[in-house]
Structures are given as C-alpha cells and as structure tokens.
C-alpha cells in the first residue's frame, strides 16, 4: 500500500494523556507486551474540535474512570456537530512497584514527580460517519495477543481477527505514551505500529518525530509528527514533510495542547486543541 493510502486510512486514534512508553521484551501475551508510564494523577480533558479552516465545529473530551483495584478505562470521545463521530476506548491494569523521578530533558533534568506504570491490557474503537452509518467495531486485545474487527453492530460471531506480533507495539489510542520521550528529547524517533480495520484488521508499521519547537504566551509548544515507518531515511524526512498528522505539547511540563487526524478512514481532518486554547496558540504560523 502506498504511505499516502496508509496516511489517508488512519482511523483516528484518539488522544489519552499519559507519558512514556516501553517494551518489556520476553513477556507473554497473558501480561501483555506493552507497559506504560504516568506520571501524577489522570485528569479529564475538555477540547474543542476545529475543521480544517479554523472553524470551532464540535466538542471533545478525554475521561477516566478508576476501579477499586487501580484499573483505569479511558474513554475519548472525537465528535463533529453533524459531522460524526468517534469513540476510542483504553484498559490499562496497575503494575507494582512504580518510582519517582525525573526524566532527561536535553541538558536538565524534567521533574515529573511519582511515576505510576501501567500494562495496557486492550483497545477498542468504532466510528459514526456524518450520514449516522456505523463503521466497523476495532478490538486489540493485548492479553490475548489478537485484533478483531467486528460488524458494526459488534456481532462477536462475525469477527476477522489476526494475531498480534510476539513483539507487541501496537498503541492506537494511548499515542503520547509514544510520544513523550521525544517531546524531552531523549530519543530522536519512536517506532510502533497501529491496527486498522479494512476488510479485517491489518498492522501498520509507524514511525513519530519530533517536530518544530516555539514559544507562545509561556509555553514551550513541541509538534509530533508521525506517519509510516519506511526506515531511518523517512523518520529524518518525516520531520519536515509530515505536517498534517501531529499531536502538540507543552515541553515545560509535557502536559497536552492538542492533535490532528481524520475523524476516521476516509473521514474529514480535524484538529482538536485544549479546551481554552486556539489553533494559534499551537500551530506555527
């Protein structure tokens, strides 16, 4: 598949916001290969959807719940006033014995306080297009080492389904946890892989960037930007050529400002920005 198809069929994979990411090699499925790092408490986020223009076209909003044993579910919700929607949802499991510390940020050190680790255990999604027509219903299972693709009214006997890579990457909805360690520096790409459902569920290799750095009213705004992982050639290239699929950031404290992606496969682009933030406050000009 050419890398525009790719780009042009990335189900929007919404934005949760957390910090770091690693790969826990050797692990089975039953754990999950993925594990998270979070710095602090999660906070509910409130954002505004704006088209392609600038125009404020909708609400979005970012929100967790906690169970009694620490299992946080995040649920994003990316919607357009008659324009559609799309709901992505995250399980991530506590694991014991999390540190506090700092994370290297060029030549300082970022405090970021108690660090909490997390496994990500599974992600779903399912879009609605502006005409109110269901998508197909998205389900990575990490325990179990599969992704599903269900019928839009997530028939679980009518699924096509594929085996995760024993080498587990994929993270379609907690995307920062990626992307973090660029936002202070420390590594100069980050290589993971998304699912998408097309006649069934496929794997994407993927690679993120980081991107121009200014300064606007007190924050030190960093762009990610991110696309297909064609090798080390493209990951220097994507950097400068890939403007249009990018999340934003405050380096100072790493906190979230804002992304840009389809609303779904095939669906409009959209940017959504922290509730009290326009696209001028993060988008060069």
Not at 202 to 221: C, F, I, N, Y
Not at 235 to 253: G, Q, Y
Request: charged share 25%; glycine share 10%.
């Amino acid at each position: 598949m050419r890398s525009d198809s790719i780009l042009s069929a990335f189900v929007a994979s919404a934005a949760v916001l957390l910090v770091g990411i690693c790969i826990a090699p050797g692990q089975l499925w039953a754990e999950s290969m993925v594990i998270l790092e979070a710095p602090g408490d999660f906070e509910d986020i409130r954002a505004t959807t704006f088209d392609k223009k600038g125009h404020a076209v909708g609400n979005s909003s970012f929100e967790i719940t906690t169970d009694e044993a620490g299992v946080h579910r995040m649920t994003v919700t990316m919607a357009v006033e008659g324009g559609g929607r799309n709901v992505s949802e995250a399980i991530l499991a506590p694991i014991a014995g999390a540190v506090t510390g700092s994370r290297s940020g060029g030549q300082a050190l970022v405090p970021i306080g108690p660090t909490r680790t997390f496994r990500l255990v599974e992600e779903q999604s399912q879009a609605t297009r502006a005409d109110g027509v269901s998508l197909d219903f998205l389900v990575i299972d990490h325990a179990n080492g599969r992704v599903s693709c269900y019928p839009p009214d997530r028939d679980r006997t009518k699924g096509k389904h594929i085996d995760l890579p024993e080498d587990d990457r994929v993270v379609n909805v907690p995307m920062q946890l990626l992307f973090l360690p660029l936002v202070s520096g420390e590594v100069k790409r980050v290589r993971f892989q998304i699912a998408l459902c097309r006649d069934g569920p496929v794997l994407h290799k993927m690679v993120a960037v980081r991107g121009p750095k200014s300064l606007r009213d007190g924050r030190e705004v960093v762009e990610i930007r991110y696309g297909p992982d064609l090798g080390n050639a493209f990951a220097w290239l994507a950097s400068r050529v890939l403007p249009k699929f990018s999340f934003w950031f405050d380096a100072r404290d790493n906190s979230y400002l804002g992304h840009r992606m389809p609303l779904h496969r095939k669906g409009p682009e959209i940017l959504l920005v922290r509730q009290g933030l326009t696209p001028l406050d993060i988008e060069r000009d």
